[in-house]
Nanobody
Framework: QLVESGGGVVQPGGSLMLSCLAS????????MGWFRQAPGKAREFLAT????????FYELPVKGRFTISRNNAGNTVFLQMTNLKPEDTAVYFC?????????????????WGPGTQVTVSS
């Protein structure tokens, strides 16, 4: 029901825009989030957005570099990533929360996409 796209290989300092398209049901009244998992590491929270885009929160490593946004009419959530660093290399996941409140708590997310690979390398 959630499918990420937009991943790829980018040089340090570059940018990528990830998209997450929801299908099968509407997530317009649900908070959404982005997470990532690097090799050998636990999945980590990156950013969340409330159902009406009124609230956003970012984890410190990406704050100021990543921007989460959404288009409810298109059932799509985006993650604009700038000034990418090698340590940003990971599989990136979007997720839909259980209600409309933006949350950093992973267990609050009920639906997950399969992930898209982002590799930052020169």
């Amino acid at each position: 029901q959630l499918v990420e796209s937009g991943g790829g290989v980018v040089q340090p300092g570059g940018s990528l825009m990830l998209s997450c398209l929801a299908s099968g049901r509407t997530f317009g009244n649900t908070a959404m989030g982005w997470f990532r998992q690097a090799p050998g590491k636990a999945r980590e929270f990156l950013a969340t957005i409330s159902w009406n885009s009124g609230a956003t929160f970012y984890e410190l490593p990406v704050k100021g570099r990543f921007t989460i946004s959404r288009n409810n009419a298109g059932n799509t959530v985006f993650l604009q990533m700038t000034n990418l660093k090698p340590e940003d290399t990971a599989v990136y996941f979007c997720a839909a929360a259980k209600d409309n409140i933006a949350t950093t708590i992973e267990s609050s997310y009920l639906y997950w996409g399969p992930g898209t690979q982002v590799t930052v390398s020169s």
